[in-house]
């Protein structure tokens, strides 16, 4: 007999719970596929692929293409989050160049910066950047969050930099913005998940709170750290250190 067919009192809580799980896994999973068809869809009609575009089509296609993308990253971290929740967040670890993976995520998170004014630089270190041994996924997962807040949590105009530091044990990703900060006294609280801060609440409504918490379940789950620095107004500094060893 399956679980829909028993009485309400004999379907334990941890059976309900666990077909709610499936479900939203499942759905996020599916809208997922759809929201990346109309991304597909509308980066082609933004690159002028089905014929040019007036100023004002351009804006509302735009708008169209941000709310989108928000929604691939919020169900990327219901995603992310239910996996952590199981313990089932695993990391493959392979042979990672992160200068070219920083590139890649710019591609999308430079787009973003356009349509909030927001320039982002890159700072190649001279050195040579020996790769890291992480789970490439999971870092692009890190790099579109933090990315996306330091643009989210800015002003228009205001410049977002992400570096990177070789060290003798250690390569450091760091991506400094020019925003809002973050409270001293809420500092404490934002690797909390659903924690966000005042002013961030005020000048972004929209936000659940899930990105930092997984950012460091992920970052330490390869083996690494995660620190910050923030004053409010002035700006904030968010520091990966991803060991340079291969031994897991
Ligand atoms: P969300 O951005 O959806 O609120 P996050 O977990 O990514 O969720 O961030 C949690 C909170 O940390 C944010 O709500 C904000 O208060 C603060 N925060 C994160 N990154 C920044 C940043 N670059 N500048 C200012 N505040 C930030």
């Keep these: 007999m399956s679980a829909v067919d028993l009485p ?8 309900v719970d666990q077909m709610k799980a499936n479900f939203v896994s499942v759905a996020a999973h599916q809208l997922r596929t759809s929201l990346a068809a109309t991304k597909w869809t509308l ?3 933004l690159n002028g692929d089905l014929g040019s575009l007036n100023d004002e ?3 509302f296609l735009s708008k169209a ?22 313990g ?3 990391s493959s670890g392979i042979a990672v160049n992160l200068p070219d993976l920083i590139d890649s995520v710019l591609v999308e998170i430079r787009l973003l910066g356009n349509m909030h004014h927001i320039s982002i630089d890159f700072v190649q270190s001279g050195a040579a950047i020996p790769p890291v041994h992480i789970d490439p996924q999971q870092m692009r997962a890190v790099l579109q969050n933090l990315l996306e807040n330091a643009v989210k949590y800015s002003n228009p105009h205001d410049m977002v930099q992400v570096s990177i530091e070789h060290r003798p044990d250690y390569v450091a ?7 809002i900060g973050i409270p001293s006294e809420q500092q404490k609280d934002i690797f909390n998940r659903f924690f966000r801060a005042s002013n961030a609440i005020q000048v972004e409504a929209e936000g ?16 690494g ?7 409010e107004n002035e700006g904030s500094t968010f520091r990966v250190e991803l060991p340079t060893s291969s031994v897991v």
Excluded: H, P, W
Aim: with cysteine.
């Design 8 to 15: 309400d009192t004999e379907v334990s809580s941890f059976t």
């Design 43 to 45: 980066n082609m009609l």
């Design 57 to 59: 089509q351009r804006a």
């Design 65 to 86: 293409y941000e709310s989108n993308a928000r929604m691939i990253a919020l169900l990327a971290d219901i995603l992310l989050s239910d996996q952590i929740d199981a």
């Design 88 to 90: 089932k967040l695993k």
């Design 173 to 179: 990703i760091v991506v400094k913005d020019q925003g």
């Design 208 to 223: 659940f709170g899930l990105g930092l918490c997984i950012v460091k379940n992920i970052v330490e789950q390869n083996r």
């Design 225 to 231: 750290t995660i620190s910050f620095t923030s004053t």
